[in-house]
């Protein structure tokens, strides 16, 4: 199952507007992950928000984190054409596995794909 | 780019085949976690290998394995190749086995099972 929830799950803008996508997830975090994918290909990552931040900058891009409403925002400010692609958030989170091993891996949510048009 | 390589790039399987994939990770991590991702959805954890062991294993069966070289580079193996394992195939490594930090992606391969 899916820790992390985007919405929405699509968005269309022109270039100059500014893109905004949440993320909601459903158990306590250490930090929360956003990363970028373009066109199916691997994923880049672009910000980490640790659990005691609230906001976080980036160049373009702002990063703020509720964890009392378990929720995160990515804004990307005066959107590119280049900034289309598939935005996921992610969350580490510690599992124990049908062996009992202890380990902690990455769930994503389904993702935000924004399409900037020129 | 990440320093993370995978090869190959595409690859196209029929259904009961095996396939190899490789990953190269980035100097320095040592541990390295598989991904597969369906069209349109977020990538789900297969597994992880730290110091050449299997370190945590999602919701996927046993034909999904894996190997940890002591260069950290990886390889995914999946056997009896079914038309659902039609993925985009990405590792991730990072420098320690803490969840605590970014991971550096490859590029991915992405597999079609006929």
């Known amino acids: 199952s899916q820790q992390g929830e985007e919405d929405p799950q699509a968005l269309s803008i022109q270039e100059g507007e500014n893109a905004t996508m949440n993320c909601s997830y459903k158990?306590?975090?250490?930090?929360l992950q956003w990363y970028r994918q373009n066109s199916g290909r691997g994923l880049v990552h672009l910000i980490l928000?640790?659990?005691?931040?609230r906001e976080k900058h980036s160049g373009r891009l702002r990063v703020t984190l509720d964890t009392s409403k378990k929720s995160s925002s990515l804004l990307i400010t005066a959107s590119r054409a280049a900034d289309t692609a598939s935005y996921f958030c992610a969350t580490p989170l510690s599992h124990i596995d049908a062996g009992g091993t202890s380990y902690g891996k990455l769930t994503f949510g389904q993702g935000t794909i924004l399409t900037v048009h020129p | 780019e990440t320093g993370v390589t995978q090869s190959p790039t595409h690859l196209i399987k029929t259904r009961g085949q095996q396939v190899t994939l490789r990953c190269s990770s980035q100097?320095?991590?040592?541990?390295v976690s598989w991904y597969q991702q369906a069209l349109g959805q977020g990538p789900q954890f297969i597994f992880q290998y730290y110091r050449e062991e299997e370190n945590g294993r999602g919701n996927f069966p046993p034909r999904f394995s894996g190997l940890q070289f002591p260069n950290y580079s990886s390889e995914l193996n999946v056997n009896a190749l079914e038309l659902d394992d039609s993925a985009l195939y990405l590792c991730a490594s990072r420098r320690d086995v803490s969840m605590l930090g970014e991971q550096f992606f490859g590029p991915g391969t992405r597999l079609t099972v006929l």
């Open positions: 928000i640790r659990s005691n931040e």
């Open positions: 158990t306590s975090i250490n930090n």
């Open positions: 100097s320095g991590h040592n541990t």
